[in-house]
């Protein structure tokens, strides 16, 4: 069993920066993979961003390739999501997840923990 909670959400303007943090409680966090995923109004949740176990493999939507990026502290038992250059449509609920198989996961299904979110608003 893992917790999660996730920080740092905010209201930002266009091209500004906001770094979420997602940190874990239990003491097997280095094992899992952890994932990103982002839930606006009306529309169904998307995987944003994931990160292996060991923090060497990294995978991203296409939609935010280049803007964000994920990083991991095992010893903290924090993963972080660095967003940079930041759109309206970003705007979001934003929600971490933990995958017990520990590799490279975009599928949300197979996210076993999640948090509660947190909100990230960008204005135009």
């Known amino acids: 069993q893992v917790q999660l909670v996730e920080t740092g959400g905010g209201l930002v303007q266009a091209g500004g920066s906001l770094r979420l943090s997602c940190a874990a409680s239990g003491r097997t966090f280095s094992r899992y993979a952890i994932g990103w995923f982002r839930q606006a109004p009306g529309k169904e949740r998307e995987f944003v961003a994931t990160?292996?176990?060991?923090?060497?493999?990294?995978r991203y939507a296409d939609s935010v390739k280049g803007r964000f990026t994920i990083s991991r502290d095992n010893a903290k038992n924090t993963v972080y999501l660095q967003m940079n250059n930041l759109k309206p449509e970003d705007t979001a609920g934003y929600y971490c997840a933990a995958n017990v198989n520990g590799g490279v996961v975009v599928t949300e299904t197979l996210y076993a923990y999640w948090g509660q979110g947190t909100q990230v608003t960008v204005s135009s």
């Open positions: 990160i292996t176990w060991s923090g060497r493999t990294t």
